[in-house]
């Protein structure tokens, strides 16, 4: 059971983090890959110059192509990548950067990668517009198959002892090998993951230029076209959300690994 005491309050989380940015950050430099804080850490970037203080995650974004040398390329003494290659029960489309010495806790389910940074590729897309709806619609079905069958899974490991899941390695290989089957063009459209829906769809390529902004006391790598990609996910995104939602939306609880036991699936995002 876990020891209650042993949880890593939210600022030290945020400091393991930025710590974790700050190597990627330099390893990204060294070797010429483009990266740029995305969703709500890009959102914090621009409008709170930090962290949106209710925000519990941080995330990046990648061009499929960078991402792949980042994978291939990135050792760490104290971070490791996370995803489908690396983790046969791992259940997202995107890798994650974790903190080797930790392990998390979301809710009541089991155990799993500890203090992270999602990593979103971003995916080409062919040029004609009733292909981008065609591939948007089949992968929004592969979504919803996939997410019924992880919780079928997650209800089995609730009332049995068994963990074993083939059928939820299948679908996410599916799931995964379709919205990066496209090649990765410099121009055209665009799709960033997670979900397979028009708000993630940019049809012109935002990494044609970055730039470094200040992030608490850091500074981290951004795409120059903020604006775009801000505006089609947030809307009016310097306008703050009503006072009830400017809540946690994972409801993480991280711990140190002091018992150095690898954690056991990757459920808890």
């Known amino acids: 059971m876990t020891n209650p005491t042993n949880e890593i309050p939210l600022e030290e989380v945020r400091k393991i983090q930025m710590d974790m940015l700050a190597e990627m950050d330099a390893f990204c430099k060294k070797h010429h890959l483009r990266y740029s ?24 974004m990648m061009p ?10 990135f050792h760490s003494e104290n971070t490791r990548i ?6 046969k029960d791992y259940q997202f489309p995107f890798p994650r950067l974790v903190h ?16 992270l940074i999602d990593i979103y590729p971003v995916v080409g897309l062919p040029d004609d517009h009733s292909e981008i709806e065609k591939f948007i619609k089949r992968a929004d079905r592969l979504y919803n198959i996939r997410y019924f069958s992880f919780r079928m899974r997650s209800w089995i490991m609730r009332h049995s002892t ?6 939820n390695r299948y679908l996410q290989r599916m799931f995964r090998d379709y919205l990066y089957h496209f090649e990765y063009k410099e121009t055209g459209s665009f799709f960033v993951t997670p979900n397979p829906r028009w708000q993630h769809v940019f049809h012109e390529n935002l990494f044609e230029e970055t730039m470094d ?25 310097m306008q703050l959300p009503p006072e009830e939602e400017r809540v946690p939306f994972h409801d993480f609880h991280f711990y140190w690994n002091e018992d150095g036991i690898p954690p056991r699936d990757s459920t808890s995002g």
């Open 37 to 60: 804080l995305a969703y709500g850490t890009l959102l914090g970037a621009i409008r709170e110059k930090g962290f949106i203080p209710w925000d519990d995650d941080m995330d990046v």
């Open 64 to 73: 499929l192509p960078d991402m792949q040398v980042f994978k291939k390329t």
């Open 82 to 87: 996370s995803d489908f290659d690396t983790n």
């Open 100 to 115: 080797k010495h930790t392990y998390s806790k979301e809710g009541l389910k089991t155990r799993g990668d500890g203090i």
């Open 162 to 167: 068994y963990n074993y899941f083939p059928v």
């Open 213 to 237: 902004v200040p992030f608490e006391d850091h500074t981290f790598s951004i795409i120059t076209k903020y604006d775009t990609f801000l505006s089609q996910r947030y809307g009016d995104y």
